[in-house]
Antibody, heavy 120, light 105 residues
């Protein structure tokens, strides 16, 4: 059974950096793309980033482009977050893409999320 | 960026009734639309992909329809565990989500 587990969340000051990790297990990890999706307190879902199964293509949402970077290594996917702002405060979910293609599709397995709070 | 607008924002129903949720896209997305369910304190769960295909393990009371700009998620005979927030999502190289519909008792 596919499982994802995020880590690395915490409290950081505005302008600071944080690195989130997500470890995958229970499926053939290198076959599928991976996403990060976030949810601000009391708000809806916002897609953050996607990385292709082999790491060759990456896409980042407009709100984070130039500040966040998705990467992957072995059975882990990472989200490097720089120049953090209060509006980046959210639960960050790692999610598995349901297809092994070049572009983001749907998210069929989700982790429980890790909380990031940006505050002075 | 394609904008997805869901309606209604809140849907008040009783167990056993049928829920009809709408998602409208700002431009045609063909059939490239999915639906997710999220319960409080939990991660979302994929219900429907490509407008009308149920994801693995999703009960038959969940069905999706539509294409182009107008899509519907129907939940027949609501069970107590179906009361949750539902999101639609467009798949593209920049995925977007609707703002959500809360189905409440």
């Amino acid at each position: 059974q596919a499982q994802l587990e995020e880590s690395g969340g915490g409290v950081v000051q505005p302008g600071g950096s944080l690195r989130l990790s997500c470890e995958a297990s229970g499926y053939f990890y290198t076959t599928y793309g991976m996403h990060w999706v976030r949810q601000a307190p009391g708000k809806g879902l916002e897609w953050v980033a996607f990385i292709r199964h082999d790491g060759s293509n990456k896409y980042h949402g407009g709100a984070v482009r130039g500040r966040f970077t998705i990467s992957r290594e072995s059975s882990k996917v990472f989200l490097e977050m720089n120049s953090l702002r209060p509006e980046d405060t959210a639960v960050y979910y790692c999610a598995k893409d349901d297809y092994g293609g070049n572009f983001p599709q749907y998210m069929d397995v989700w982790g429980k999320g890790t909380t990031v709070i940006v505050s002075s | 960026e394609i904008v997805l607008t869901q309606s209604p924002v809140i849907l008040s129903l009783s167990p056993g009734e049928t829920a009809t949720l709408s998602c409208r896209a700002s431009q045609s997305v063909r059939s490239h639309l999915g639906w997710y369910q999220q319960k409080p304190g939990q991660a979302p769960r994929l219900l429907i992909y490509d407008a009308s295909n149920r994801a693995t393990g999703i009960p038959a009371r969940f069905s999706g329809s539509g294409s182009g700009t107008d899509f519907t998620l129907t939940i027949s005979s609501l069970e107590p565990e179906d009361f949750a927030v539902y999101y639609c999502q467009h798949r593209s190289n920049w995925p977007t989500f609707g703002q959500g519909t809360k189905v409440e008792i």
